[in-house]
């Protein structure tokens, strides 16, 4: 089985989740992007779902695929979010933002009663760290906040790597217009002492580490889709 299958298996297993009638978070990434296109046909034969997405890219893929949409200008709660990660560890802790849109992911699925994890066995992990922490920056004074993220680092014993997140030769600009500064760290353990460290610094919008925020994990593997509750 490659990943890639494993990343379906579990998007598959994730319909289980959602109820008719609900108001459901769209990730972003590889992994919702199977999430989406397999609720939306089961949404095509008539079960009716309103959907808030995490990225214009998910927004456009499944109101290209027919989902109902609606917005959290609309609305102030959804029932569920089903989103990918890059990493999770035992504790239900995760680090997300590979592909940019951890603010608005981070906004929706705090927004719901509880948020699944769809992901492939790759990103189990036993310490959160080594898929590089995104921080997501407000482009001005870029370098005297990436100076405060450095001290923060040092403040939790951790060597860390900055780098401003290109595209195309050019910093990347998230869906909010911000920029992305990434952390390879390599091993984090204390993600919760980082999170308020990060949370604390003008500048930072938000970061990468999702704490205390996923209830059940379904990871996709070569026997089957394993469910992990919290609690
Ligand atoms: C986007 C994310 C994604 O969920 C994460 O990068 C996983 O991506 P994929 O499902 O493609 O492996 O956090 O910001």
Redesign the pocket.
């Known amino acids: 089985m490659t990943?890639d299958d494993q990343?379906k298996a579990a998007a598959a297993a994730a319909l289980e989740f959602v109820q008719a009638g609900n108001k459901v978070g769209l990730?972003?990434?590889?992994?919702?992007?199977?999430f989406i296109t397999a609720l939306a046909e089961k949404a095509r034969g008539g079960f009716d779902v309103e959907c808030v997405a995490?990225?214009r890219a998910s927004f456009q893929l499944a109101s290209g695929l027919g989902l109902r949409m609606t917005t959290l200008e609309k609305q102030s709660h959804l029932d569920v979010t089903v989103?990918?990660?890059?990493e999770f560890d035992g504790n239900f802790q995760?680090?997300?933002?590979?592909?940019?849109?951890?603010l608005v992911?981070k906004i929706v699925a705090t927004s719901s009663r509880y948020m699944v994890v769809?992901?492939?066995q790759s990103?189990k992990v036993d310490a959160l760290g080594k898929f590089p922490l995104?921080v997501e920056v407000v482009p001005f004074g870029v370098n005297a906040t990436a100076w405060k993220i450095d001290r923060a680092l040092r403040i939790c014993d951790l060597k860390g790597k900055l780098q401003l997140r290109l595209m195309d030769g050019k910093p990347f600009v998230t869906d909010s217009g911000n920029a992305i500064i990434d952390i390879t760290i390599g091993h984090i353990p204390e993600p919760r002492r980082l999170d308020n460290l990060l949370k604390s610094i003008p500048g930072v919008v938000d970061h990468?580490l999702f704490i205390d925020i996923c209830g059940i994990v379904l990871m996709g593997t070569d026997d089957g889709v394993k469910t992990f509750r919290k609690g």
């Open positions: 990943a990343k990730g972003t990434g590889s992994t919702a992007n199977h995490t990225s989103d990918g990660t890059d995760l680090i997300k933002g590979g592909g940019g849109a951890l992911e769809i992901a492939d990103k995104a990468g």
